[in-house]
């Protein structure tokens, strides 16, 4: 597994290099510095603060579901599992590796995969239903900045993620292909002659009973997933707000809040189907797009790189951190553990 992840984030770093080069390389490298050096960072600051409100969110929803669910955790964890999620949904194709390593570290706590995968499972399945909602609407507002290419990334995007929207809700609620999906993992492991079958097959039925009970108290709990939808909008509002005090850090102030959320809305939704990690490269060629008309074009590069600085590579940063931290603390209690 840290082979895996080593290799996605080397990827991931390349994919920066790459993008970044064919981006700026026509750029003045001193141009951007004095432009950059000029913002109003008061404007910055309100940004970052709405990035950790977006995280800070999510931590809230994690910890409502795994109440629901008699799991004990802190504020404290459920930020922890938020970060933990954003990075490595962050360095792994399509955000493929967030949800099981949130689930790694929960189990580390003591947390029931079952709960684990259904409070994950509700929290993204919500994080899709606010993401095809909110783009859906503002595509009418702003259909004349779609080029033909964005506008076929849009539909992509669109169709993946009420895809990956179709998947969830069937787990989440059909008893029938969450089994089935199980028995297909046996097949897998007996194709591949896995040891302890039997074993192992016990084990994923009796963590499936634990999840359907689960999934059947979250149905007859409603007012959780209200409350759940509610905070992801508010959650995605205050994310894609980030694109506006960036806006506002350079002086202008032709748009308003909601022209700009409603841009970013439609950038996020294009952009965050494609199986690229952290969807680098086409979030960049995405913003240069959308945002061509807001930002003269002595700027728009800058703006580019101190958006996407904000809302994506600041937190890689510091929740990779994070992960490293409790890495270091987890080996440390390991080898107590032993003695």
């Known amino acids: ?14 994919i920066i290099l790459l993008t970044f080069y064919i981006i700026l390389k026509d750029q003045s490298i001193s141009k951007i510095i004095e432009v950059l050096s000029s913002i109003d960072l008061k404007y910055i600051l309100i940004a970052i603060i709405c990035m950790l409100i977006y995280l800070i969110c999510e931590a809230i929803n994690i910890g409502r579901t795994l109440k629901v669910l008699g799991e004990k955790s802190t504020f404290y964890r459920n930020v922890k599992y938020a970060m933990i999620g954003f990075f490595f949904s962050s360095v792994t194709p399509a955000a493929s590796g967030g949800q099981p390593m949130q689930i790694y570290y929960m189990n580390k706590d003591k947390i029931s995969v079952a709960n684990s995968t259904l409070s994950l499972l509700i929290n993204l399945t919500s994080m899709q239903i606010v993401t095809i909602s909110i783009a859906i609407i503002s595509l009418f507002f702003n259909y004349e900045y779609m080029n033909s290419i964005l506008i076929g990334l849009f539909a992509l995007g669109i169709f993946l993620n009420s895809t990956a929207l179709g998947l969830l809700l069937v787990s989440v609620f059909s008893k029938r ?14 194709f591949f002659k896995i040891k302890n079958i039997e074993e192992k097959k016990n084990k994923l039925e009796n963590e499936l009973n634990k999840y359907q009970s689960s999934a059947t108290y ?5 007012k959780v997933i209200i409350k759940t939808l509610i905070t992801t909008y508010i959650q995605f509002l205050i994310y894609y707000s980030i694109s506006y005090w960036v806006y506002r850090s350079f002086g202008l ?4 809040i909601l022209q700009i959320i409603s841009m970013q809305s439609v950038l996020f939704a294009t952009v965050s189907g494609i199986p690229s990690p952290g969807a680098v490269g086409v979030s960049e060629g995405g913003f240069l797009e959308i945002f061509r008309n807001v930002y ?5 590069h800058e703006a580019m790189l101190l958006n996407r600085g904000v809302n994506f590579y600041l937190f890689v940063i510091i929740s990779s951190i994070i992960v490293m931290l409790y890495t270091v603390k987890d080996k440390k209690e390991e080898k107590l553990t032993d003695k």
């Not at 102030?253 to 308003?256: M, P, Q, S, T, V």
Request: proline share 0%; hydrophobic share 50%.
């Open 177 to 190: 292909m969450t089994k089935g999906l199980i028995n297909v993992a046996i097949k897998i492991l007996e």
């Open 218 to 222: 979250i149905k007859s709990n409603i």
């Open 253 to 256: 102030k032709e748009y308003n």
């Open 296 to 300: 003269s074009e002595n700027i728009l």
């Open 1 to 14: 597994m840290k082979k895996k992840y080593l290799r996605n984030l080397i990827l991931f770093m390349l």
